[in-house]
């Protein structure tokens, strides 16, 4: 059985796909915790499905390093085998990462390289792209920027919205994650070598 901290910003909709497949008890995942940055609207799905919560507002620490550090220091207390960073909008430092590597891993709405960062789905509408999709990645120290571990395309249609298209994304996303921490759970996908 795989553990997992899930960390979120915002609404939490792939969270809530994945504390859905969690409850299942033929899924080979649980999830020990899942934190925020502050009081996100996802912390409700955890709490929905009696999994612990925490939060640790970066506003209350002198420097991202200090922060991020509080954040390391309740993750550790869990132990878990994995960290998946579910609309987790915060750039982690360096130390934060090396302590999680490889078990740390982001859900990005784009196929990346192309559209890293905040707005991916704005920034492929206004170049024009025809596809984009859900990647899945290695977290390392730049944005957006670790080895894919697992991509899912999705054509862009004429005319629609940045909103209509986060929307479409979203849909893939919560599958592709669920089946992804499936996959790393029952050892099909092997983050050390990928990491290599």
Same mark, same amino acid.
């Given at each position: 059985?795989?553990? =997992? ?143 894919? =571990? ?5 054509? =862009? ?31 099909? =996908? ?7």
């Amino acid at each position: 059985m795989l553990s =997992i901290v899930v960390l979120v910003s915002g609404s939490g909709s792939n969270l809530r796909a994945l504390l859905e497949a969690c409850d299942n008890p033929l899924y080979p995942a649980k999830i020990l915790a899942v934190g925020a940055d502050s009081a996100a609207a996802g912390l409700e799905h955890a709490e929905e499905f009696g999994v612990p919560t925490f939060v640790v507002s970066e506003g209350n620490f002198d420097s991202r390093e200090a922060w991020a550090e509080r954040v390391l220091e309740h993750i550790r207390f869990l132990k878990p085998e994995l960290v998946v960073l579910a609309g987790f909008m915060k750039i982690l430092p360096e130390a934060f990462v090396e302590a999680l590597s490889p078990g740390l891993i982001n859900l990005h709405p784009s196929l990346l390289p192309d559209f890293p960062g905040a707005n991916a789905v704005r920034d492929a509408l206004a170049a024009g792209a025809n596809k984009t999709g859900s990647t899945i990645h290695l977290v390392d120290k730049g944005v957006d920027t670790g080895p894919v =571990i697992s991509q899912r395309e999705l054509e =862009i249609l004429p005319g629609e919205t940045q909103a209509e298209l986060h929307e479409r994304i979203k849909v893939i996303e919560r599958k592709h994650l669920v089946d992804v921490v499936k996959q790393i759970a029952v050892q099909e =996908i092997k983050l050390e070598e990928i990491a290599r």
